[in-house]
């Protein structure tokens, strides 16, 4: 299985700051989690192919192995605050995260590049199937009946000539110069229209 977008993220200060970037992208949120030892706490929006998440740092433990993965500096504001994830075969090199809140053998797939912090967090997500195939309950209606899919995500930074090699495998995502944030453009249940929603930032 070639490498698919199976999401994206945003970290963001806190959830108040969450939820206002999900009413300002149209999405709904499907569910919400706590990441034991990781330090994070996420609300999740599922399309039929990927899913959006904003996430911050909720106050809990941070382990050596997060901090060692770069994930506490970027949730403090000291790296890229922005997420991309593959599921299917590797890309690019990889680190292996040992992410605590996952079972004991676990590991994530890391973009050893993604160990910069100025560059996007590359990763794979274990056992990653899309939104629609999911069958734990969690993605639910997704956002039908308003969109079904994702057609791009313009993925706005610094120095996006840095990040092209991370990324050269996603087709629906477009490297642009500004500050960090993404902007969204869905395509709706019938196939023929789309819609983008604002820039959506940290800041």
């Known amino acids: 299985m070639k490498a698919e977008l199976d999401h994206i993220f945003l970290f963001v200060a806190d959830r108040s700051v969450a939820e206002r970037l999900m009413q300002t992208a149209g999405l709904v949120t499907n569910y919400s989690r706590q990441h034991p030892g990781q330090g994070t706490t996420n609300i999740c929006a599922c399309l039929d192919d990927m899913f959006v998440e904003f996430l911050w740092l909720d106050g809990s433990e941070i382990s050596a192995e997060s901090e060692r993965i770069g994930l506490g500096d970027r949730g403090r504001g000291a790296g890229s605050p922005i997420g991309v994830s593959w599921r299917g075969a590797a890309p690019v090199a990889c680190d292996p995260y040992s992410a605590p809140f996952l079972p004991a053998g676990v590991t994530i797939p890391v973009a050893k590049a993604s160990l910069d912090r100025s560059l996007p967090f ?82």
Do not use: K, N, Y
């Open 122 to 203: 590359v990763f794979q997500t274990p056992g990653g199937v899309p939104p629609i195939d999911r069958a734990d309950g969690l993605a639910g209606e997704r956002q039908r009946p308003r969109f079904a899919t994702l057609a791009l995500c313009e993925v706005s930074l610094p120095t996006p000539q840095q990040a092209a090699p991370l990324l050269q495998w996603c087709e629906r995502i477009e490297l642009v110069t500004g500050q960090p944030g993404f902007r969204l453009v869905f395509v709706t249940p019938d196939g023929c229209s789309s819609q983008c929603t604002g820039f959506l930032s940290p800041i």
